[in-house]
């Protein structure tokens, strides 16, 4: 979340009654978005196992490019308390969790990398407590045995109760959810931050009063892009434009220097609960996104 680096205060506060959107349905297949791929994906054969409620490591699920499944997990509706959360992290996440100041944060902080280890273990033959994860110069997660898992592709964003995970296969992923709260200096913000395209984009949503939407949903596009690189904020976010037409969903974006052997890079826009915006960028072309829920 690169909302602390320009110093914006993210306070805990009680959850909404923000509800999934009714065609989500728990502990299914449930895509409420499926987005055909402009490299002719219909003509491809995209197998996955269906999601049941076993214990990882027995039922698989296959992934397939141009599928990329996109999980969002409900902290209010998870029954775990901190014990049983931090139960499968590493020394190294206990020792994180443990120094946030406030419990909830630190309850948070477990939900979000648990339920991503209990996301991929569903794609690896390892259970949740055994993946091992490094990280590259800029802090971006993989899995450390990469050798045995393939090219599997992941990325983890949390922001109030929600926490969202990408997972794709041999295509580079990164997503960004943020839960939309009071911002007072929006147009300050994005005058720093945003390309020209981006700042008409965000006087235009001011003038039907949803500024802040319009703001979180830029911000999010932008983080999602960052991500997906793996270089965090050493890329100027005001170097590449997220801006989308009215009315799309998505859009190619052009090819970045700061990863010169990618040509392509597609943005979407997530279907995620009233209160929140999230985006997706992945390698490629449009990919096929299908919706799970872990809760």
């Known amino acids: 979340m690169i909302f602390n680096a320009i110093r914006i205060e993210r306070r805990v506060e009680r959850a909404n009654n923000s509800t999934f959107p009714a065609s989500m349905t728990p502990r299914t297949f449930a895509p409420i978005e499926l987005i055909r791929s402009l490299d002719n994906a219909t003509s491809r054969t995209v197998s996955y196992a269906p999601l049941l409620s076993a214990p990882p490591g027995i039922v698989m699920l296959v992934l397939e490019n141009p599928v990329v499944h996109v999980w969002i997990s409900d902290q209010k509706k998870s029954a775990h308390d901190l014990h049983s959360l931090t139960r499968v992290l590493n020394l190294e996440e206990r020792q994180r969790a443990d120094k946030f100041r406030f419990e909830a944060d630190r309850v948070r902080y477990a939900f979000a990398r648990s339920t991503l280890r209990r996301v991929l273990a569903r794609y690896i033959n390892r259970s949740p407590e055994n993946i091992v994860f490094d990280t590259n110069c800029f802090g971006k997660l993989y899995i450390k045995d990469r050798e045995n898992n393939g090219p599997l592709s992941f990325n983890l964003s949390h922001s109030g109760r929600l926490a969202l995970i990408a997972v794709a296969w041999d295509r580079l992923v990164g997503v960004d959810i943020e839960e ?20 008409r984009f965000l006087l235009a949503a001011a003038l039907r009063s949803k500024v802040q939407e319009a703001f979180y949903a830029c911000w999010t596009r932008k983080e999602a892009y960052i991500k997906a690189i793996g270089k965090g904020l050493s890329i100027p976010l005001t170097s590449f434009d997220t801006s ?6 998505g859009r190619p974006l052009n090819k970045s220097p700061d990863a010169p052997a990618v040509d392509t890079w597609w943005l979407s826009d997530l279907s995620v609960p009233d209160g929140y915006a999230a985006a997706l960028v992945t390698e490629g072309a449009m990919p096929v996104i299908l919706y799970q829920s872990l809760d």
């Open 180 to 199: 939309i709260r009071q911002i007072d200096n929006v147009h300050a913000l994005a005058k720093e931050y945003f390309t020209i395209q981006e700042q």
């Open 244 to 249: 989308l037409p009215a009315g799309t969903a």
